[in-house]
């Protein structure tokens, strides 16, 4: 099956038992056993539900995974995957990344003896130059967030599995629909669940999927069913009512995305955009070697911090909120907000500052965008 059928059918796409084709909520903690030693498959809601299997199994396929565990969030399962490590392993990690996950890697697992370094994975000669005979994972955005820089999958693989590593990669801000990072050599992938997945800002969730390599899938079982930080059945359901849409709803963000990247260099109070869909950006021919598509995603820098700060309050259609990934327009100011723990020389290194906006394009008329955007950032 190809990804758009893929995405509308599902896994197993409707009910066995009574044929509805919308996936049934298996509202349901636990079930019933005949006798001993007699399951139906499902136990325990923690182990295993239905509706949240079809999910798992869903984007399992999607990203060209051996299996999938749906989280409660992105970060319960950026936890999860944490936990895969020891006392005295050391991860690499881009440099250029969500502010929550170096917030879980330096305030919470660097207590357990993990080392975490961060660097500019879009180099290969530094990340090659960064392994040390303890690196046991490299973690990578790509895009980053919010610079969007790009790191080369099948590159930084081969280094990886040459050093007995896992290739991590958040595929959070591409959807599986325009990357597939496991297909470039990866061994795992993480998704925010809640940002395009969902796609409609009314879930968070996470999504773990790894290659068949079992004694990851062997130690992430464990992991999952011991700790409990698993996805409901009525959210499983949402965020597979969601995945029908993926393609719909993220050709059209990256449609209108296209056309406000190029729009925004011409206004006057803005002084750079990046977006791995400009022909100029640094790394646009490796983006279309390793994807089929550039999102939804656009950073840019305006003038000065006055201009940044009076724009968030000065719109009318645009939302001024954190996330991304849905179909409403969202506008982020990531020094104040997604980035706002992270550690202020990491951001001065990648260069996230007071002049940074992030946009997170919608599917609204990018007619009705520009003109608001325009407003908003006039002097
Ligand atoms: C790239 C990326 N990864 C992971 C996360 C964490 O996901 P969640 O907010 O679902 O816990 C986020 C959240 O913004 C993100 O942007």
């Not at 749906?70 to 991860?91: C, E, N, Q, V, Y």
Request: charged residues 20%.
């Amino acid at each position: 099956m190809r990804d758009t059928t893929l995405q509308v059918r599902g896994a197993n796409g409707y009910d066995p038992v009574t044929g509805a084709i919308s996936f049934p909520i298996y509202q349901s903690a636990t079930f019933r056993h005949q006798a001993l030693h007699q399951s139906t498959g499902y136990d325990y809601s923690r182990v295993k539900n239905p509706t949240r299997e079809e999910l798992e199994n869903s984007v399992a396929a999607l990203e060209r995974g051996s299996r999938c565990w749906a989280f409660s969030s992105g970060m319960a399962g950026i936890g999860a995957l944490l936990k895969l490590f020891r006392t005295g392993d050391h991860i690499l990690l881009s440099e250029d990344l969500y502010g929550g996950t170096v917030r879980i890697c330096n305030a919470i697992y660097s207590k357990f003896g993990i080392s975490f370094e961060y660097v500019d994975t879009s180099d290969i000669e530094v990340v090659k130059a960064s392994i040390t005979s303890n690196t046991k994972a490299i973690f990578v955005e790509t895009p980053s967030n919010p610079m969007m820089l790009v790191s080369d999958i099948a590159a930084i693989s081969e280094l990886a599995h040459v050093h007995q590593a896992l290739l991590i990669v958040d595929n959070t801000f591409l959807s599986p629909h325009f990357q597939k990072p496991l297909t470039l050599g990866a061994d795992i992938v993480i998704h925010s669940g809640t940002k395009y997945l969902c796609g409609h800002n009314d879930v968070v969730a996470g999504l773990v999927i790894v290659k068949e390599i079992p004694r990851v899938i062997e130690e992430l079982d464990l992991i999952y069913k011991s700790e409990g930080s698993i996805l409901g059945p009525f959210d499983s359901w949402l965020m597979l009512r969601s995945i029908k849409t993926l393609a719909l709803r993220v050709e059209k963000q990256e449609k209108n995305a296209l056309q406000i990247a190029s729009w925004l260099k011409t206004l006057p109070t803005v002084t750079d955009v990046y977006y791995v869909g400009l022909k100029d950006h640094p790394s646009y021919e490796l983006t279309l070697k390793q994807t089929t598509g550039f999102g939804g995603m656009i950073s840019f820098k305006v003038k000065s911090a006055k201009i940044a700060a009076e724009a968030l309050g000065k719109l009318k259609l645009v939302y001024f909120a954190e996330s991304l990934g849905g179909v409403e327009t969202l506008l982020t100011y990531p020094i104040e907000q997604t980035h706002a723990e992270a550690p202020k020389e990491l951001l001065a290194r990648v260069g996230v500052d007071d002049r940074l906006l992030r946009l997170s394009v919608g599917i609204e008329d990018v007619e009705d965008l520009k003109e608001d955007i325009e407003q908003a950032l006039a002097e």
